[in-house]
DNA sequence: ATTAATTTTGCAACAATTACAATAATGTAA
DNA sequence: TTACATTATTGTAATTGTTGCAAAATTAAT
């Protein structure tokens, strides 16, 4: 994505572009990692000296509420963070810990015993070994 | 299930049934509330005063490496137990708090990016508001 | 009964996250 | 520009869930 359009992106949903927020932002796109506040922190803290790991909390927070990022929720301790706010399921790989991105059919699953629920947000992952760990 | 099935179904798994462990058991599979390590202390404390926190952690984990209990990750400050270790889906109610299950068919879900990958766990969970919650 | 092995317990240590107040940056109006 | 108000960022302290660890208690074995 251009940058121009990132900016478009963010103030389209409400969130103001600062240096830090779109330094952010052009991480968590550009890096498929699904990063952990502290991967972001790191990788982002030599291009910014001052960065603090406060800004990163407040401006995932901000994006969450924005609704230009999801919180995935794999393991208990590590709280990790998806720009692609499109429905679908993720896979950890237990082994070289990688997450990847799956696609899912949701539509067989809304079923049966929560018939009049309001659903918000649709959560699905799995966990196990890679293609390439297996073969390694 | 009958006391005497419970300690069974422990030993078969390799969990040798202690007090504690049977107590802790029996919490989760009779009270269905998914409960987190803080709810089944403050549950199981007048029953056995003498009972630590560390040692719900510690059962728990056991529960897991034996696999008669599943983590269930939905809020990252939050971590859940459950005793039903089929795989089936969790939905929790962002105004009453409460988990409830769901049944799904993964047969729909496990697809196209993943061939090759080896799954071991399979998590679903959805958010939103339940059935009563809306009414009220 | 003694000894060995396992389980439980309490407390200290740790790590991820949040609260909060101070500082910095930005926007606005004269 | 200058002065003032608003918003964003930062650093530190506090909080919370979890784990590490060694002592005490319980259970099993000889």
Partial sequence: MEVNNI?????QHGVKPSPQRLNIYKYLIEEKNHPTVDTIFKDLIGAMP????TTVYNTLKLFIDKGVAKVINIENNETRYDADTSIHGHFKCEKCLKVFDINIDMSEI???DIS???IKETHFYLKGICKKCRSD
């Fill in 50 to 53: 001052t960065l603090s790991k």
């Fill in 116 to 118: 009049g629920f309001l």
């Fill in 7 to 11: 900016i478009d992106h963010l103030t």
């Fill in 110 to 112: 809304k079923t049966l």
